[in-house]
């Protein structure tokens, strides 16, 4: 599993007009090859009366699927434009489907990749861009004597609280970075005098939204 990488944050669509000609980026996540080519599939359906659906997908933690269809556009003047904008942006796990509804006016073959790079950058503006980091949750048990002082200390620290639970005891859930996780049970046992009891759950990825 990667430390961290860049999506979008799910679905989203943006419209541009371009010399007349209509231009509709649909975007998505996708985490496999099946998922990319049904969210295609669908776009092509919903806009069965389009002149071209052009698509591009980028899939797997070293981007190993990677895909591009122009759709009857001339030859490397659609999907690739889409998929580059991805490499760009460094972007996995993600599918786009851009639609054109032609108006009548040629564009020519620098106008096309242009067209369809723009529809992509500003489609996935629109729609969102997630950094998602592998984080693990570390569980921490104190005595209801040390709640104040713990919350206190892990509200203003560098780890993100997940969780509180009041039990018997009181217990924290605490997202931290795989490779603090040491450093956070080293800190955790001083803060609590080595009263506290700090066991390694498990992993997961938290999605911080970039504002570009």
Not at 176 to 204: P, R
């Amino acid at each position: 599993m990667l430390p961290s990488y860049f999506t979008v944050k799910g679905y989203g669509e943006h419209e541009i007009e371009i010399q007349r000609s209509r231009f509709i980026a649909y975007i998505d996540r996708a985490e496999t090859e099946e998922q990319a080519q049904q969210f295609i599939n669908d776009i092509k359906k919903k806009n069965w009366n389009a002149t071209h659906n052009c698509s591009a997908y980028m899939i797997g933690e070293n981007d190993q699927i990677q895909k591009a269809n122009d759709d009857g556009e001339p030859s490397g003047t659609a999907g690739v434009p889409i998929l580059e904008v991805l490499k760009k942006r460094k972007l996995k796990d993600t599918v786009v489907v851009v639609t054109r509804f032609f108006g009548g006016i040629k564009l020519g073959a620098g106008g096309l990749i242009r067209a369809y790079g723009k529809a992509t950058s500003e489609g996935l503006s629109a729609t969102g861009i997630v950094e998602r980091k592998l984080m693990r949750v570390m569980h921490t048990t104190i005595d209801y004597t040390l709640l104040g002082k713990v919350e206190n200390e892990l509200r203003g620290s560098q780890y993100q609280l997940k969780d509180i639970h009041y039990l018997e005891k009181v217990e924290f859930e605490t997202y931290v970075e795989e490779a603090k996780a040491e450093e956070y049970t080293e800190w955790m046992t001083e803060l609590t005098n080595g009263q506290g009891v700090i066991n390694s759950g498990e992993t997961t990825y938290l999605e911080t939204l970039l504002h570009l």
